[in-house]
T-cell receptor, first 115, second 115 residues
Framework: GAVVSQHPSWVICKSGTSVKIECRSL??????MFWYRQFPKQSLMLMATSNEGSKATYEQGVEKDKFLINHASLTLSTLTVTSAHPEDSSFYICSARRFVDQPQHFGDGTRLSIL | AQTVTQSQPEMSVQEAETVTLSCTYD???????LFWYKQPPSRQMILVIRQEAYKQQNATENRFSVNFQKAAKSFSLKISDSQLGDAAMYFCAYRRIQGAQKLVFGQGTRLTINP
């Protein structure tokens, strides 16, 4: 149980385009979803927390206009990297949690490469 | 702010031997959760073990156990009978129970299993 699916797993696109990453909880309803960014050989950095039906809460230093997060349903959250540039290239990971007293379950991650 | 420190960037162990990964944290809270996550080369984050701070008994999951020392703010992970599949990055994480409930990760420890 507690499966989180992330799509796509790898995307390459040109500088200036926008990229959407989906995060789905397949067998549970996720009241909260989280988006992380991970640079090579580093730890996970939380970008934002999203609760279903409300605006995402962004961590300090994360541009909300650059990284658009939508959590429209209890099973789906999306991260859109707008006008992507090479410095946005990274590994993005989502996680989902059903209730506050339960652990987060992570997706497989998305490798984003901007040319 | 809460911080998590993993002082061992890399560890190695012989197959079938036991290894202990260290983690310390800093918090003023009395109740919280602690976690160990494993990130294999596939990069999916896998929950290994979880500990509630109010529980005195150390958590155990098969070959994985923790040594939770609340007063010392220490949370080490012991892997017994190490297997080749245990090779991965291991992240220690902290989460408050009240207020902001995001995971705070340590820097990670890369574990190598020598056959």
């Amino acid at each position: 149980g507690a499966v989180v699916s992330q799509h796509p797993s790898w995307v390459i696109c040109k500088s200036g385009t926008s990229v959407k990453i989906e995060c789905r909880s397949l067998d549970f309803q996720a009241t909260t979803m989280f988006w992380y960014r991970q640079f090579p050989k580093q730890s996970l950095m939380l970008m934002a927390t999203s609760n279903e039906g409300s605006k995402a809460t962004y961590e300090q230093g994360v541009e909300k206009d650059k990284f658009l997060i939508n959590h429209a349903s209890l099973t789906l959250s999306t991260l859109t990297v707008t006008s992507a540039h090479p410095e946005d290239s990274s590994f993005y990971i989502c996680s989902a949690r059903r209730f506050v007293d339960q652990p987060q379950h992570f997706g497989d991650g998305t490798r984003l490469s901007i040319l | 702010a809460q911080t998590v420190t993993q002082s061992q960037p890399e560890m190695s162990v012989q197959e079938a031997e036991t290894v202990t990964l260290s983690c310390t944290y800093d918090t003023s809270e009395s109740d919280y959760y602690l976690f160990w996550y494993k990130q294999p080369p596939s990069r999916q984050m896998i929950l290994v073990i979880r500990q509630e701070a109010y529980k005195q008994q150390n958590a155990t999951e098969n070959r994985f156990s923790v040594n939770f020392q609340k007063a010392a703010k220490s949370f080490s992970l012991k892997i017994s009978d190490s297997q080749l599949g245990d090779a991965a990055m291991y992240f220690c994480a902290y989460r408050r129970i009240q207020g902001a409930q995001k995971l705070v990760f340590g820097q990670g420890t890369r574990l190598t299993i020598n056959p």
